[in-house]
């Protein structure tokens, strides 16, 4: 009996061995690197750091992890790359549905959708971490290179994001969020800051993408009514690169290229200290939520029951209206020059403004709620060097601008410091 | 390879093999209990669970180890899923009206995903995934099935599987077939971040199974063996449309079916995609939450398109674009799906063909 079964075994695995050999792995190294780094993601335990070497390695998958307190670092954002050329599963690249969490000092590059997703988590990191798509602008470029989303307590820093095909740097349905020193250029958006409560953004550069900044609100996400952010100290400065984004991608497919800061359906947002310059369309546009999208194509809609029941009673909890804006103390200047004619809304304008635009671009948007009172909006604009200023009139169909500053000449009280756990312990006692 | 006399006597030997393992587990393993594992470390072979007659590969259940299957499964690159549940003697479910029913501590899920050989009458099985209902929570654990099609292996993560064969109708698929990794269960799974089960839920679960005893309606087989308390009478129980029989339900339960059995896992409060607004329960009924008419919001690639779900028009729908396709960006689900499904796009494009209105500027 006892020798028999020996037998079988040994037999079995000469078998076994046959079998094998006819199936080796194409690139044995990079697919045992991704592997091997997804298992330490999986198997980590609270607490760990996972420290990744020098080198570029390749991966043809998403790499995902969901345990809490991990941190995952590079060597630095040149020196530890993540290239996702050529992938082939999963939209992202990194993947993070956990809390605690602290990547940095690597690069993510070439992922088919967003490099750096990071979903419901509490207390994020994000510190000189390089997203970036190689070639450059390009319509095939995944949408968002740094993706957080619903999220609470968010520190992205001294990053650097490239070619995005939407946003290079994006922040979406979070809270308590510092975006600080990071550098976003040649994506379609630089930063988005969209339906988020609560946010500081400062000392960050965004040049030669298509749009510097979005502040704003849109409907039919969970989580709405984002408010109370203060952009300070940044550099919005010749945001000029022609707009990639596909039309699949949407809205954003519509940024007038040229575009330095757009604030949009959103409310208790402060800006100062900032140099937004040299934006060929406009420094600074500040509009409802229907100035941008059709709302002539939602009037005109062919009213099946179906079509009603959606239109009818909209997104209730959305709010399109911007209000409580304060611009102060800002360098805005050389905006306008060349406005992106693609556009027929941006060229009626223009043509019938001599081929420029103002710095300030305002829709004139006022809920009727709010009373007859000029400006009842609170749109206050002060101490922004010359920058030129035209409230459009969009409800009047453009027949009552004003591009008198008076009535926008007012102040609103600031708006408090971001808190956030991440730099209360870096900076004890900081400003 | 092996010269075909060889391979006679490997066929030979196999048998001789088997029959001395047949032997050996014979006087002790048939009435061998399932190994009710409900912490780490969990067996690294399957065979170690005992949930299956030893050396069976048509997945001889053992003892208290029972089939089931869903009204609409889940596709997965068609592969053949076989399914199982087993609970500690003496415990049973809880019913629940629209989640998938509280299990007791000790509850093993199984499902083992096989695909078609050509010129071999029977499949090959590829993996068995268990959910384990561990003290604290769902445990993931994948097994893989070795080439000799004699054991399963725990892995965190699978190597892809090349896959090739020729269906019944005649069509040839061949493409790499991706096994999630532990991480990537959740991403289907979890909803709140706490990882549950997907299929078995009332409505997908009220259907008759052919049992070895006869053929009985699964909730009620359940209820009778003792794994279920609290099943209501028959009226009171949900039942989901099949949703490649017509004989089941109307073009419109047979989408919804199909949405609430492939999408709603991840699209719907709580979920994976939860964020997206869309809701694909078969429970909910806000058309607006469907997607109808809805532009997309934040994420992924939808083609030249306006709307998620246009009706009357699948062509202009993005939700039909994104089953079409494969690439990675693209491609919905957003995990494993490697093939189009062309028989669930064709049922869903139906569907929306048949749904009266229009969208606003839709081209």
Redesign the interface.
């Known amino acids: 009996?006892k020798r028999?079964?020996t037998w079988?075994a040994s037999?079995?695995s000469f078998?076994?061995l046959?079998?094998?050999s006819g199936c080796q792995?194409p690139t044995p190294n990079a697919?045992e690197f991704q592997?091997s780094l997804?298992?330490r993601?999986?198997?980590a335990k609270p607490g760990d750091a996972i420290d990744l070497p020098e080198g570029k390695f390749h991966f043809d998958?998403t790499v995902?992890?969901?345990v809490n307190g991990v941190t995952l670092r590079g060597k630095g954002m040149d020196k530890t790359i993540l290239s996702f050329a050529g992938?082939?599963?999963?939209?992202q690249g990194v993947l993070v549905?956990a809390d605690d969490f602290v990547i940095q000092d690597l690069a993510i590059e070439d992922t088919?959708?967003?490099a750096l997703t990071i979903?419901?988590g509490r207390n994020i990191t994000v510190r000189r971490v390089r997203v970036e798509w190689t070639r450059g602008p390009n319509e095939s470029n995944?949408?968002?290179g740094i993706y957080p989303?619903?999220c609470k307590n968010l520190l992205v820093e001294d990053s650097i994001a490239r070619g995005a095909a939407?946003a290079g740097i994006?922040v979406?349905?979070s809270e308590n969020v510092v975006l600080r020193r990071n550098r976003v250029e040649n994506n379609v958006d630089g930063f988005e800051i969209?339906n988020t409560e609560n946010v500081d953004a400062y000392e960050n550069i965004a040049t030669h993408n298509t749009g510097g900044m979005g502040v704003f609100n849109?409907p039919?996400?969970?989580?709405q009514g984002g408010r109370h952010v203060r952009v300070y100290n940044n550099q919005l400065i010749d945001n000029n690169t022609p707009n990639f984004a596909?039309?699949?991608?949407?809205?954003i497919h519509s940024l007038p290229t040229g575009t330095g800061m757009y604030i949009l359906a959103i409310r208790n947002v402060e800006v100062f200290h900032n140099k937004i310059q040299n934006n060929n369309t406009v420094n600074v546009y500040i509009v409802h939520y229907k100035t941008v999208?059709?709302d002539e194509?939602?009037?005109?809609?062919?009213a099946?029951?179906?079509?009603q029941?959606?239109?009818a009673?909209d997104d209730k909890r959305y709010y399109p209206f911007v209000q409580d804006i304060y611009f102060h103390d800002n360098e805005i200047s050389g905006g306008g020059t060349s406005p992106d004619n693609r556009l027929t809304g941006v060229k009626a304008l223009s043509d019938a403004l001599g081929g420029k635009l103002p710095d300030f671009l305002y829709d004139g948007m006022v809920d009727p709620k709010w009373g007859h009172k000029p400006n009842s909006g609170q749109i206050c604009l002060q101490k922004n060097g010359d920058a030129t200023f035209l409230n459009f009139d969009a409800a009047g169909q453009m027949k009552h601008p004003v591009h008198d500053l008076k009535p926008y000449s007012c102040s609103l009280a600031p708006l408090a410091r971001v808190s956030i756990p991440q730099i209360a312990v870096s900076a004890p006692g900081g400003k | 390879m092996i010269p075909r006399s060889a391979r006679r006597r490997v066929a030979r030997l196999a048998l001789f093999c088997a029959g001395i393992v047949a032997v050996i587990y014979c006087g002790c393993s048939s009435q061998r209990a399932v190994n009710a594992r409900v912490e780490e470390p969990f067996p690294k072979k399957l065979s170690d669970w005992h949930l299956f007659a030893a050396t069976s590969k048509a997945l001889q259940p053992n003892n208290g180890v029972v089939p089931y299957d869903l009204n609409t499964p889940l596709f997965s690159d068609y592969a053949s899923k076989y399914r199982f549940v087993w609970m500690p003697p003496g415990t049973s479910a809880q019913y629940r009206d629209d989640s998938a029913f509280e299990f007791p501590v000790g509850t093993i899920l199984v499902k083992t995903f096989a695909f078609p050989v050509d010129g071999h009458p029977t499949e090959r099985l590829v993996e068995t995934r268990l959910l384990v209902r561990t003290k604290s929570e769902w445990k993931p654990l994948s097994y893989i099935w070795n080439d000799a099609q004699s054991e399963a292996s725990l892995e965190t993560v699978p190597d892809p599987v090349k896959i090739r064969f020729t269906s019944a109708s005649g069509k040839r698929h061949e493409f790499t077939y991706v096994i999630p990794n532990a991480n990537e269960c959740h991403e289907c799974h979890d909803n709140q971040k706490m990882l549950l089960p997907i299929g078995p839920k009332a409505r997908n679960l009220n259907k008759d199974y052919a049992y070895s005893s006869g053929t009985e309606n699964q909730l009620e087989h359940f209820a009778r063996i003792g794994y279920l308390q609290g099943l209501p009478a028959p009226a009171a129980r949900p039942r989901s449309a099949k949703w490649d029989d017509p004989q089941t339900g109307s073009l419109d339960d047979r989408a919804r079916a199909y949405l609430d059995s492939n999408c709603a896992h991840c699209h719907q409060p709580g979920g994976q995609a939860g964020y997206t607004g869309v809701d694909f329960r078969s429970t909910q009924h806000e058309v607006a939450q469907q997607g109808l008419c809805k532009s997309p919001n934040s994420a992924g690639a939808v083609g030249a398109l306006s709307f998620d779900l246009v009706p009357g028009h699948p062509d202009d729908s993005i939700l039909i674009y994104r089953l079409e396709s494969t690439a990675p960006k693209v491609s919905m689900p957003a995990l494993s799906r490697d093939v189009v499904h062309e028989e669930g796009v064709k049922l869903l494009r139906d569907w929306i063909a048949s749904l009266p209105g229009g969208c606003p500027a839709s081209r």
Not at chain 1, 87 to 91: E, F, P, S
Not at chain 1, 304 to 307: G, K, Y
Request: charged share 20%.
């Open positions: 009996m028999a079964s079988c037999f079995a078998f076994a046959i079998l094998f792995k697919q592997k997804q298992e993601l999986i198997n998958r995902s992890l969901t992938q082939t599963t999963g939209a549905k088919a959708g967003d979903q419901g995944g949408p968002y989303v619903e939407d994006y979406g349905q969209e849109l039919n996400l969970p989580r596909p039309k699949s991608l949407g809205p999208v059709d194509a939602l009037r005109d809609t062919a099946s029951p179906i079509t029941q959606i239109f009673p």
